[in-house]
């Protein structure tokens, strides 16, 4: 099994509309859904959800 079939590279956007955007990995196996995390938005200064991007 490659590492990429098991944990792809995906992007967080930022909900708050700043166009912020994380990188990093998530296990397929255990999140097979779209990934919402709740990370800190340097544009508006807090924690706002952050949505995967296709």
């Known amino acids: 099994m490659a ?3 098991i944990r792809p590279i995906v992007k967080l956007k930022s909900t708050a ?6 990188v ?3 296990n397929r196996r ?3 859904d779209r ?3 709740k990370k800190y938005d340097p544009g ?3 924690h706002v959800e ?3 991007e296709k």
């Open 30 to 32: 255990n999140d097979p």
């Open 17 to 22: 509309g700043t166009g912020y955007t994380y």
């Open 3 to 5: 590492r990429n079939e």
């Open 44 to 46: 508006v200064r807090r």
């Open 50 to 52: 952050f949505r995967e």
């Open 24 to 26: 990093t990995r998530k």
């Open 35 to 37: 990934l919402v995390l």
